[in-house]
C-alpha cells in the first residue's frame, strides 16, 4: 500500500513538474506573471516557469503585421475622398520593456488595431481636409509622410513602430471623377494641337528654308553660267576679229578688195539664219540694190570703229 502512494506521489510530482514546461513559437515572446502581476519574459525555445504561480499572461508576436484600411475624408472645397491603403507596423524591438508595454498597454488585439486604425485615420483626415481635391491625387508621398510624423510618437508610447504606409487607391465621387476626366481630355486635346501647331511651323519654315536656299542656288548658277557665256561671247568676238584683221592684212598685201570679207560674212549669216531659223519666217531684201545697200551699211560701221579706234 505504501509502495502505489510513493508512486502515486511521484506521478503527481512529475505531472506538476511538466506543466511548467512551456514552448515558445519563433517570432514570439511569452509574458509571464504571478499572481496577476508581472514577472518576466520567455524567449523562443523551451522555457519553465514555476507550475500553479507563474501563468503566461500574453504572447506578442515581433513580426510585421499588416492591415488594410478603407475610409472617407472631406477635401477643403468639400469634395468626398475615399482611401485605400495598406499599413504595415510591428513592435519597436525584443527589449524587456517594449514588450511589457506591449503586453499591458491595451486589453486585447482588437482594441490595439480599433486605435491604431482611428488613429491614421484622423491624420489622414487632417491633411485632407487642408487641401483642394485637385491636389489630393498629387500629394500620395506628403499624405504618408505627414501620417508617420503625427503617429510615430503614439505607437512608440504603445510600443509599436510604422514601417511602412502605402496608399493604393484615391476615388472621389463619381461626378467629380467625371469632371475630372473631361479637363484631363481637354489638357490632352490643347497638347495635342499645340503639339501640331509646332510641327506644322517646324515643316512650313523647313519648307521655305529650302526653297529659299534652292532659289539662291539657282540665281548663284544662273549668274555663273551668264558670266561664262558672256565671257564665251567676248572670247568668240575678239577670235573673230582677229581671223578678220588677219584675213584683211593679207587681202591688202595680196591687192584683192576687202569687201569680199564683208560679203563672205553676210552670206555666212544668211545660211545660219537657214540653219536654226526653226520656221521662223525672216524677211531680207536679196535683190542687187538691196544687197548694196546692205553693205554699204556695213563699210560705214567698219569705218565708225576704226574711226572710234584711232
Do not use: C
Request: proline share 1%.
Amino acid at each position: 500500500m505504501s509502495f502505489l502512494a510513493e508512486y502515486w506521489w511521484l506521478l503527481v510530482a512529475l505531472l506538476i513538474l511538466f506543466t511548467g514546461l512551456v514552448t515558445v513559437n519563433q517570432g514570439t515572446i511569452a509574458v509571464i506573471t504571478m499572481f496577476g502581476k508581472y514577472r518576466r519574459v520567455l524567449r523562443p525555445g523551451l522555457n519553465f516557469k514555476i507550475p500553479l504561480i507563474e501563468q503566461v499572461f500574453k504572447t506578442v508576436s515581433i513580426q510585421n503585421r499588416s492591415v488594410e484600411l478603407e475610409f472617407q475624408a472631406v477635401t477643403l472645397d468639400q469634395a468626398n475622398v475615399y482611401f485605400k491603403s495598406m499599413l504595415l507596423y510591428s513592435v519597436i524591438n525584443q527589449e524587456e520593456e517594449t514588450i511589457k508595454n506591449v503586453a499591458f498597454k491595451f486589453i486585447s488585439e482588437k482594441d490595439l488595431m480599433q486605435a491604431l486604425i482611428r488613429t491614421v485615420e484622423g491624420s489622414i483626415r487632417g491633411f485632407v481636409a487642408t487641401k483642394k481635391q485637385a491636389e489630393i491625387l498629387l500629394l500620395r508621398r506628403e499624405i504618408v509622410e505627414f501620417v508617420k510624423e503625427q503617429i510615430d510618437q503614439s505607437l512608440e508610447s504603445w510600443g509599436y513602430h510604422l514601417q511602412d504606409l502605402q496608399i493604393n487607391d484615391i476615388t472621389f465621387d463619381q461626378l467629380i471623377m467625371e469632371s475630372m476626366s473631361k479637363v484631363v481630355a481637354s489638357n490632352n486635346l490643347k497638347a495635342a494641337a499645340e503639339n501640331e501647331g509646332q510641327a506644322l511651323l517646324i515643316t512650313k519654315t523647313k519648307a521655305a528654308e529650302a526653297e529659299g536656299n534652292a532659289i539662291k542656288i539657282s540665281a548663284n548658277a544662273e549668274k555663273e553660267a551668264a558670266r561664262l557665256r558672256g565671257q564665251g561671247v567676248a572670247l568668240f568676238r575678239e577670235e573673230v576679229a582677229k581671223g578678220m584683221s588677219q584675213a584683211a592684212e593679207q587681202m591688202k598685201q595680196a591687192n584683192l578688195d576687202t569687201n569680199v570679207i564683208l560679203f563672205s560674212m553676210w552670206t555666212e549669216a544668211i545660211k545660219n539664219f537657214a540653219e536654226v531659223g526653226k520656221g521662223n519666217i525672216i524677211f531680207l531684201d536679196g535683190s542687187p540694190e538691196g544687197m548694196e545697200n546692205n553693205m554699204r551699211q556695213i563699210m560705214a560701221m567698219m569705218k565708225m570703229k576704226e574711226a572710234n579706234r584711232g
